[in-house]
């Protein structure tokens, strides 16, 4: 069956960086748009960043050039470097992987920043 896998969360002061990861398995990895989303709580779910099966990247206003999504086909594996991380970045991530109709979602890792 399919999962996708994240890691890399935890806590971090303000200024600080973490990379997450999303490893994907039971699913061709190449063909599939990957997204990472995070959800603060009593906030809805947001969109972070995408990338295309091809490498093309759309990123949401919030991200201000801080965060970079990548993928390794290879490795079936998507990244999120997060980059100056302020509180208001405090969410659980969520890895996203579409291939219309297909639609899976990780388990979600938890970012916490502060001091």
């Known amino acids: 069956q399919v999962q996708l896998v994240e890691s890399g969360g935890g806590l971090v002061q303000p200024g600080g960086s973490l990379r997450l990861s999303c490893a994907a398995s039971?699913?061709?990895?190449?063909?599939?748009?990957m997204s990472w989303y995070r959800q603060a709580p009593g906030k809805d779910r947001e969109l972070v960043a995408r990338?295309?099966?091809?490498?093309?990247?759309t990123y949401a206003d919030l991200t201000k050039g801080r965060f970079t999504i990548s993928r390794d086909n290879a490795k079936s594996t998507a990244y999120l470097q997060m980059n100056s991380l302020k509180p208001e970045d405090t969410a659980v991530y969520y890895c996203?992987?579409?291939?219309?109709?297909?639609?899976?979602w990780g388990q979600g890792t938890q970012v916490t920043v502060s001091s």
């Open positions: 990338i295309s099966s091809v490498g093309g990247t």
């Open positions: 039971g699913l061709t990895f190449s063909m599939y748009v």
């Open positions: 996203n992987a579409k291939w219309p109709p297909l639609n899976y």
